[in-house]
Nanobody, 112 residues
């Protein structure tokens, strides 16, 4: 079955960087689009970034554009979210998603 496992979350200072990873299994990874979502306390889950299959077209939420980068390694069945110049409002649980399948999330805390 489809499995998604996020990692790489933690504490980062404002302005710092963090790289999240999502390891995927149970499907033909290279053929499926991959997404990162985030959910802060008391807020709805929001789409952060998307990367398509094959052509690797990327889309970002306006709030993270030019700070975050989504990428994928089809040989390793992994998708990444490079978070640069982080802000306190980036603090959330970050989830990997493809079609109807979600990972369990990884916590990102942005604080000095």
């Amino acid at each position: 079955q489809v499995q998604l496992q996020e990692s790489g979350g933690g504490l980062v200072q404002p302005g710092g960087s963090l790289r999240l990873s999502c390891a995927a299994s149970g499907f033909t990874f290279s053929s499926w689009p991959m997404n990162w979502y985030c959910q802060a306390p008391g807020k709805n889950r929001e789409l952060v970034a998307t990367i398509t299959s094959y052509h690797d077209a990327m889309n970002y939420a306006r709030s993270v554009r030019r700070r975050f980068t989504i990428s994928r390694d089809n040989a390793k069945n992994k998708v990444y979210l490079q978070m640069n110049n982080t802000r306190p409002e980036d603090a959330a649980i970050y989830y990997c998603k493809t079609y109807g399948h979600w990972g369990q999330g990884t916590q990102v805390t942005v604080s000095s």
